[in-house]
């Protein structure tokens, strides 16, 4: 069986941290990039940030550049995002995805998912 497991979310004050984890199992881990995806209650959908294997640099969206960090863990089959200088505009529910095609560099939002966990919600407190 296929699973992505998100968690780690919670509430946060501004300026807080958190960290993400997505535990994949029943796939092929090494071959997929994860991306985490975020939703804030109004808005669209966006990828926050994407890695893959054997790709050196991981994309993050320009409102979390220089405060999150995405890193994954083959042997684990797990992808985490550590979340710092958190702002309430980081609020909303948080998925992780898991994508053959994707290519972090360019276009990875909108390429085909083959996977998704089930979201966790991160609240940041003004």
């Known amino acids: 069986e296929v699973q992505l497991q998100a968690s780690g979310g919670g509430l946060v004050q501004t300026g807080g941290s958190l960290r993400l984890s997505c535990a994949a199992s029943?796939?092929?881990?090494?071959?997929?990039?994860i991306v985490w995806f975020r939703q804030a209650p109004g808005k669209e959908r966006e990828g926050v940030s994407c890695?893959?294997?054997?790709?050196?640099?991981?994309y993050y969206e320009n409102s979390v550049k220089g405060r999150f960090s995405i890193s994954r863990d083959n042997a684990k089959n797990t992808v985490n995002l550590q979340m710092n200088s958190l702002e309430a505009e980081d609020t909303a529910v948080y998925y992780c995805?898991?994508?053959?095609?994707?290519?972090?560099?360019?276009?990875?939002?909108?390429?085909?998912?083959?996977?998704w966990g089930q979201g966790t919600q991160v609240t940041v407190s003004s």
């Open positions: 995805a898991a994508s053959r095609l994707a290519v972090c560099a360019s276009g990875y939002a909108t390429a085909p998912y083959d996977y």
């Open positions: 890695i893959r294997d054997g790709d050196p640099n991981p």
């Open positions: 029943g796939f092929a881990f090494d071959d997929y990039a």
